[in-house]
């Protein structure tokens, strides 16, 4: 090899060595960077305004909770609203998602715990801020901010923040905490149904309740017999039953329609006032209380046949039922076709205030007492229960 060629080679290996020494450098040299957030999440949470968390261009607050690690000085955390988790050769930057509002007139700092004292600087769109005198806090930390009346991003779908920590008060110089957080918009569901005007009103021997709940469907048939033969010594009695519900804004009324028991020609007259039982007398009337064996013998009774109070107890408010003043007064009876006999009225103190009632069942007692000379025969009575709303 000449010495030209020689000094040559030496040339190139002077320059791989140096190179080489370089590298090494490179791959010895301390790397600094933040310390990773830990336990974070982005809470999207419904705003001021009614708007749910995650409604696109909804005005919501955003609730951060998470934990600094490293022991220091805090002076300001940042937000950082990104389209992307982080830097990349596609998305070498931050950009900000289309839509988002953080520096609106209306952004606060709505709470914060763990490290407090902080103020909200908005003046970025994106990137907002909190700044406080630096101060030293003790890692980990659980820390927690909710920014409010931020407007959503206005495309559904995810989108990022990357939080970190300053000992800085205006997030310049090097981070000393760092990690990122997602959450994402969504369309809202809305769902709608009507209410219609509603009467839910039945009649017959027997109704039931459906867990706790007066149920129409359970009504029997309103064929009914008193409990004995008429007679001048003694009284006979009979239930039938009735529920009623509305949301008419000015409740219900109930009528009774019908004649007298009649057989024939003949006839037992029905009680035109309040009046109580009396053996030996025609009459013919009913009430809507639970009535004493004074009243009759059969009275109260038992089971479907028992004579009953309004079932379930009014209250005044979703439960108004009641029986009007002359059917109100146990032992005490009234027949008169076209009268009013119960209404949604019930307030707990005048009693009429007519309104909305959810379903209660009404019991019916009637009774029947004769002369000695009242005629044989069966005598019926088909009386029809009408229910009027007022809406």
Do not use: W
């Amino acid at each position: 090899m000449t010495k030209p060629q020689l000094k040559s080679v030496f040339s190139v290996f002077a320059v791989f060595v140096i190179a080489l020494a370089l590298t090494l450098q490179a791959l010895f040299v301390p790397n600094v960077s933040a310390a990773q957030i830990t336990s974070r999440k982005l809470t999207l949470q419904a705003g001021s305004g009614g708007d749910g968390g995650a409604k696109p261009s909804g005005v919501v607050n955003h609730l951060f909770d998470f934990t600094l690690p490293t022991s220091g000085s805090v002076g300001s955390i940042k937000f950082e609203y990104c389209t992307t988790a982080a830097d990349s050769i596609v998305s070498p930057t931050c950009i900000t998602p289309t839509g988002l509002n953080t520096t609106g007139g209306s952004v606060v700092l709505g709470n914060e715990a763990g490290a407090t004292g902080f103020t909200l600087n908005k003046t970025t769109n994106g990137a907002p801020y909190l700044t406080r005198a630096a101060s030293a806090i003790t890692g980990p930390l659980t820390v927690s901010y909710r920014l409010d009346n931020i407007v959503n991003p206005s495309t559904e779908g995810s989108f990022f923040v990357r939080i970190s920590t300053y000992a800085s008060t205006d997030t310049t110089g090097s981070a000393t905490d760092a990690g990122t957080v997602t959450a994402s918009t969504a369309e809202q569901i809305i769902l709608s149904g009507t209410m219609p005007e509603s009467l839910v009103f039945c009649a017959g021997a027997d109704i039931s309740k459906t867990s706790g709940v007066p149920d129409c469907s359970t009504a029997t048939a309103g064929t009914i017999s008193f409990n004995q033969l008429f007679s001048p010594t003694d009284t006979a009695s009979a239930v039938s039953k009735m529920a009623a519900s509305t949301n008419a804004g000015f409740g219900y009324a109930i009528t009774v329609n019908g004649p007298t028991l009649t057989s024939g020609s003949n006839t037992i007259a029905g009680i035109t006032s309040p009046s109580a039982s009396n053996k030996g007398v025609a009459q013919f009337g009913l009430n809507l209380r639970a009535n004493t064996s004074a009243a009759a013998p059969g009275f109260p009774g038992t089971g479907s046949t028992a004579s009953a109070d309004i079932d379930l107890t009014s209250n005044g408010t979703n439960l108004k039922g009641q029986p009007t003043a002359d059917y109100n007064t146990a032992d005490t009876f009234k027949f008169v076709s076209g009268n009013v006999v119960a209404n949604s009225a019930y307030d707990g103190a005048s009693n009429n205030t007519l309104g909305p009632s959810d379903a209660q069942i009404f019991t019916v007692s009637y009774i029947a007492n004769v002369p000695g000379s009242q005629p044989a025969g069966t005598y019926t009575s088909t009386l029809t229960y009408i229910c009027t709303p007022t809406f």
